[in-house]
């Protein structure tokens, strides 16, 4: 639980790491969650940090977007991507004086939030993705509820 992101190519005879970053997320928080985008390029992590952060591969050294205050209570909170990269999505467990988890969704390109739902009485750990309009505007989700 250092918070640093290591990748090995698996395809070598010697497995050594190709891609490291140290301190991708904060020091002692848990990475609950990797997923790498339809075309490869992308990666999203989330971590116990109260962080969502979008990586592009081809330059990994700093994140291209942060989302935060993104509270996290469990180390099972996913992140994905929609199915034509447009959009990423993670979920917000139930903060101290609320009632509802969240599902976040924002715009890869910028990062901007397109639409933020709330579930009521539940932490929004794991879910999928469904499907997706070609335009990327609405995104159909199951959620799994801790």
């Not at 330059?59 to 099972?76: C, E, I, M, Q, T």
Request: net charge positive.
């Amino acid at each position: 639980m250092d918070g640093s992101i290591q990748m090995w190519d698996h395809r070598k005879m010697f497995v050594n790491t190709t891609k490291l970053l140290r301190d991708a997320h904060q020091n002692g928080s848990e990475i609950s969650s990797l997923q790498f985008s339809y075309h490869g390029n992308m990666l999203c992590s989330r971590a116990c940090d109260d962080t969502l952060k979008l990586w592009d591969l081809r330059n990994f050294k700093k994140p291209v977007h942060v989302a935060g205050n993104l509270f996290s209570r469990y180390g099972s909170t996913s992140c994905t991507f929609s199915p034509n990269d447009s959009m990423v999505m993670t979920g917000e467990s139930i903060n101290k004086g609320e009632t509802d988890g969240k599902l976040h969704i924002f715009k890869t390109a910028t990062f901007e939030k397109v639409q933020e739902l709330s579930i009521p009485n539940s932490h929004i750990g794991a879910f999928k993705v469904l499907s997706s309009l070609r335009c990327g505007a609405t995104l159909a989700c199951r959620y799994l509820c801790e």
